[in-house]
């Protein structure tokens, strides 16, 4: 216990009642004016402060038994005097000057370690609104009313309806927004938008009596976001005040939305209309995704963290997670850093996991952005700095605390076995492992030959029946076109007068001047001649192998006229029947000619067929020639469209598997799911493998 005389309090410091705890005690709450930070104390702690004066720790514990129903020892003084120490609330004791110089010395940290904070989060402050706010805030007093709340969710509501009933012309007015014009437009929404999420934290709080020091924009790993200073807001001894102001942005943003959206309903086509088009989207979408997500110090952390009583809640559920982890694995039976109910202590364990969780992706997204946008060598070394600033420095953290507890957790016996698991665990990540390729699939013959209708061609004859097989040189329709019949008619009749012209210069002097030209002339139109036949073997065309006669229509009469290209059916041919499939560049190697397939067509509109790889090209395919395999059409390849053509937006290479043992019973082409046997290969190879060609690939910067 404390023998000494206890060192005074600062004499600026302010406490004020404040909302009660989660377990029903009161609270207080202590003010530095001097950097505006605020404390909670707990009832013991406020009971021990009201009593500093007495200086004497025995004499100060003996009078809080005597006139409270508290029991408190040293140990509870021992620890209010840490905090008031660390947190620099007492007054410095003579000599303490150069303690607290070096003490500010290392909070600065050096040069670097000042650009690294300024780089990872830096708030510059614009403009102290207080006494601005002080002046608006009788003029839109009527927003912070009940009546106004009411008319904005009758108004959102009502907005809501519109749009679902007119959803087709808002999601079209929404794609007609995806240009540069649009994104720009959209960008000064946002801006207004956050704008008046500021403003409306201002507001409230001014509204409650809380001075606003400073309204300013902060940095985030260099993203833009505007921010207000509330911190008085800890001064409220209401919880509800507190939840007021927490949520006052969320809050107007909605009501930014709802009556942009009704605007959006109600108002003619133009510039209005899309203006209120563009608040309505960027509100609802910004405010939910970005503000109301507790697991980054935004809104909506505040507000979770107000609901629960829970100053501080990302650090307490961190530590709980920590000391969760450390005893589920070690069991080292160390006491849990606070104690709550079952479902809140489960609760807040599952939170911090999916703070992590969302960070790690979050902050992968932004280091790749950084590195992206910034010239290549700035940019590798920025991710590196996000990386190791929010990744690595964590998890060393960690190990550094296992480090510490190394005896303890080397003597238990869950630890040997938690041990193993992890080591299992990578061994099944470092083994090899049968594994399967799967994708989309094109089931299809050889050979396969669409039928389509020439230009101004009429049935001559009904054509075989659909399913009808054919020999190879057999005729597949019979057609007929006047136009075809006028020139060759034409066309004969003039090779016949050019011949007989001809024949007849070298017994004719007159003309006998002309028989070079007449040669030439009947040349001419004998290949004429020649052009109309070969068109002529367009409307009877002949099977060119042995096959099926597929996709033929029934409705055809015998004198029906035929549009131009129109499809009369498919010879699908008799020969061997494969599967065509493209595998992405890190799947290619796992393939060798020889590997097992299965194919499964979609629907299950055929049997189970067996393959085998039969062929696999070199080179990447620069388009897809297959437009059924494209993701846009139910395939797997992900593919851009430009001048009809599909090209891959990544590399993929075409496989071709042949069919094992007969052709399936299928009449026509099938798409379906197809699964290779390839290589083996060990889970965390594809990860390091995928790693070294980014590295490879950007070190050329």
């Given at each position: 216990?404390?023998?000494?005389?206890?060192?005074?309090?600062?004499?600026?410091?302010?406490?004020?009642?404040?909302?009660?705890?989660?377990?029903?005690?009161?609270?207080?709450?202590?003010?530095?004016?001097?950097?505006?930070?605020f404390?909670?104390?707990?009832?013991?702690?406020?009971?021990?402060?009201?009593?500093?004066?007495?200086?004497?720790?025995?004499?100060?514990?003996?009078?809080?038994?005597?006139?409270?129903?508290?029991?408190?020892?040293?140990a509870?003084?021992?620890?209010?005097?840490?905090?008031?120490?660390?947190?620099q609330?007492?007054?410095?004791?003579?000599?303490?000057?150069p303690?607290?110089?070096?003490a500010?010395?290392?909070?600065?940290?050096?040069?670097?370690?000042?650009?690294?904070?300024?780089?990872?989060?830096?708030?510059?402050?614009?403009f102290?609104?207080?006494?601005?706010?002080?002046?608006?805030?009788p003029?839109?007093?009527?927003?912070?009313?009940?009546?106004?709340?009411?008319?904005?969710?009758?108004?959102?509501?009502?907005?809501?309806?519109?749009?679902?009933?007119?959803?087709?012309?808002?999601?079209?007015?929404?794609?007609?927004?995806?240009?540069?014009?649009?994104?720009?437009?959209?960008?000064?929404?946002?801006?207004?938008?956050k704008?008046?999420?500021?403003?409306?934290?201002?507001?409230?709080a001014?509204?409650?009596?809380?001075?606003?020091?400073?309204?300013?924009?902060?940095?985030?790993?260099?993203?833009?976001?505007?921010?207000?200073?509330?911190?008085?807001?800890?001064?409220?001894?209401?919880?509800?005040?507190?939840?007021?102001?927490?949520?006052?942005?969320?809050?107007?943003?909605l009501?930014?939305?709802?009556?942009?959206?009704?605007?959006?309903?109600?108002?003619?086509?133009?510039?209005?209309?899309?203006?209120?088009?563009?608040?309505?989207?960027?509100?609802?979408?910004?405010?939910?995704?970005?503000?109301?997500?507790?697991?980054?110090?935004?809104?909506?952390?505040?507000?979770?963290?107000?609901?629960?009583?829970?100053?501080?809640?990302?650090?307490?559920?961190?530590?709980?997670?920590?000391?969760?982890?450390?005893?589920?694995?070690?069991?080292?039976?160390?006491?849990?850093?606070?104690?709550?109910?079952?479902?809140?202590?489960?609760?807040?364990?599952?939170?911090?996991?999916?703070?992590?969780l969302?960070?790690?992706?979050?902050?992968?997204?932004?280091?790749?952005?950084?590195?992206?946008?910034?010239?290549?060598?700035?940019?590798?070394?920025?991710?590196?700095?996000?990386?190791?600033?929010?990744?690595?420095?964590?998890?060393?953290?960690?190990?550094?605390?296992?480090?510490?507890?190394?005896?303890?957790?080397k003597?238990g016996?869950?630890?040997?076995?938690?041990?193993?698991?992890?080591?299992?665990?990578?061994?099944?990540?470092?083994?090899?492992?049968?594994?399967?390729?799967?994708?989309?699939?094109?089931?299809?013959?050889?050979?396969?030959?669409?039928?389509?209708?020439?230009?101004?061609?009429?049935?001559?004859?009904?054509?075989?029946?659909?399913?009808?097989?054919?020999?190879?040189?057999?005729?597949?329709?019979?057609?007929?076109?006047?136009?075809?019949?006028?020139?060759?008619?034409?066309?004969?009749?003039?090779?016949?007068?050019?011949?007989?012209?001809?024949?007849?210069?070298?017994?004719?002097?007159?003309?006998?001047?002309?028989?070079?030209?007449?040669?030439?002339?009947?040349?001419?139109?004998?290949?004429?001649?020649?052009?109309?036949?070969?068109d002529?073997?367009?409307?009877?065309?002949?099977?060119?192998?042995?096959?099926?006669?597929?996709?033929?229509?029934?409705?055809?009469?015998p004198?029906?006229?035929?549009?131009?290209?129109?499809?009369?059916?498919e010879?699908?041919?008799d020969?061997?029947?494969?599967?065509?499939?493209?595998?992405?560049?890190?799947?290619?190697?796992?393939?060798?000619?020889?590997?097992?397939?299965?194919?499964?067509?979609?629907?299950?509109?055929?049997?189970?067929?067996?393959?085998?790889?039969?062929?696999i090209?070199?080179?990447?395919?620069?388009?897809?020639?297959?437009?059924?395999?494209?993701?846009?059409?139910?395939?797997?390849?992900?593919?851009?469209?430009?001048?009809?053509?599909?090209?891959?937006?990544?590399?993929?290479?075409?496989?071709?598997?042949?069919?094992?043992?007969?052709?399936?019973?299928?009449?026509?082409?099938?798409?379906?799911?197809?699964?290779?046997?390839?290589?083996?290969e060990?889970?965390?190879?594809r990860?390091?493998?995928?790693?070294?060609?980014?590295?490879?690939?950007?070190?050329?910067?």
């Open positions: 216990m404390i023998s000494f005389s206890l060192p005074p309090l600062r004499e600026e410091l302010a406490i004020a009642a404040g909302p009660r705890l989660a377990d029903g005690q009161p609270s207080w709450t202590l003010h530095d004016p001097v950097r505006n930070l404390f909670q104390i707990d009832w013991p702690n406020f009971e021990l402060l009201s009593r500093w004066h007495l200086r004497d720790p025995r004499a100060l514990l003996a009078q809080t038994g005597r006139e409270t129903t508290l029991h408190l020892d040293g509870a003084l021992d620890d209010l005097l840490r905090f008031l120490n660390e947190n609330l007492l007054q410095p004791a003579p000599g303490m000057a303690l607290l110089a070096d500010r010395r290392k909070r600065r940290g050096s040069w670097a370690q000042w650009l690294l904070h300024n780089y990872l989060f830096l708030r510059i402050p614009l102290k609104p207080d006494r601005w706010l002080a002046w608006l805030l003029h839109v007093a009527f927003l912070l009313t009940r009546n106004f709340l009411r008319w904005t969710v009758l108004a959102g509501l009502t907005g809501l309806v519109c749009v679902y009933r007119e959803w087709e012309r808002f999601s079209s007015t929404l794609m007609d927004t995806l240009t540069w014009q649009g994104m720009l437009a959209y960008g000064v929404a946002i801006v207004f938008a704008a008046c999420h500021e403003l409306g934290h201002a507001l409230t001014k509204h409650y009596g809380c001075r606003v020091p400073t309204m300013g924009v902060a940095f985030l790993v260099l993203f833009p976001m505007a921010y207000t200073d509330t911190n008085e807001a800890w001064k409220l001894p209401r919880h509800t005040q507190r939840l007021a102001i927490a949520g006052a942005g969320i809050a107007t943003e009501a930014i939305a709802a009556w942009a959206t009704l605007a959006w309903a109600w108002l003619p086509e133009g510039a209005p209309r899309q203006m209120a088009f563009l608040l309505s989207t960027t509100t609802w979408i910004s405010t939910l995704a970005i503000n109301a997500s507790p697991f980054m110090r935004f809104d909506g952390y505040f507000l979770l963290s107000d609901w629960l009583g829970m100053p501080n809640l990302h650090s307490r559920a961190f530590a709980l997670a920590r000391w969760d982890l450390r005893e589920r694995m070690f069991a080292l039976n160390e006491p849990v850093p606070e104690h709550f109910p079952r479902h809140r202590h489960n609760s807040l364990i599952l939170f911090a996991w999916g703070v992590w969302y960070r790690l992706v979050l902050f992968l997204g932004i280091a790749a952005l950084v590195y992206h946008f910034f010239i290549k060598a700035v940019g590798i070394l920025l991710f590196a700095v996000e990386i190791g600033w929010f990744i690595a420095l964590p998890l060393m953290h960690e190990l550094q605390a296992w480090r510490t507890r190394w005896p303890a957790i003597a016996r869950r630890a040997r076995r938690s041990l193993l698991l992890v080591a299992l665990l990578g061994a099944l990540c470092l083994v090899p492992w049968p594994g399967r390729i799967f994708g989309a699939g094109l089931l299809q013959p050889r050979e396969q030959m669409t039928l389509y209708a020439p230009p101004r061609a009429m049935l001559e004859a009904a054509p075989p029946p659909d399913g009808s097989r054919m020999a190879a040189g057999q005729p597949l329709l019979r057609m007929t076109s006047p136009d075809l019949d006028l020139r060759n008619a034409a066309t004969g009749a003039r090779a016949g007068t050019l011949s007989w012209q001809s024949a007849a210069a070298g017994l004719d002097a007159g003309m006998r001047k002309d028989w070079q030209v007449l040669d030439e002339k009947l040349a001419y139109a004998r290949a004429e001649q020649s052009t109309v036949q070969a002529a073997g367009r409307y009877a065309p002949l099977a060119p192998y042995a096959g099926t006669l597929v996709d033929a229509d029934p409705d055809l009469r004198g029906d006229w035929l549009k131009n290209q129109e499809p009369l059916g010879l699908i041919s020969e061997r029947w494969h599967v065509v499939t493209y595998v992405d560049e890190d799947d290619v190697q796992r393939v060798r000619q020889g590997d097992r397939g299965l194919f499964i067509a979609d629907g299950l509109a055929g049997p189970a067929v067996r393959l085998t790889v039969a062929a090209d070199r080179d990447a395919s620069r388009t897809l020639n297959e437009p059924e395999l494209a993701a846009l059409f139910g395939g797997h390849v992900l593919v851009h469209e430009k001048n009809g053509l599909f090209y891959p937006d990544r590399a993929v290479y075409r496989v071709v598997l042949e069919v094992e043992g007969e052709k399936p019973v299928a009449l026509r082409v099938l798409r379906g799911r197809i699964a290779i046997a390839g290589a083996w060990a889970p965390a190879l990860y390091v493998r995928s790693a070294l060609a980014v590295v490879w690939r950007e070190a050329g910067f």
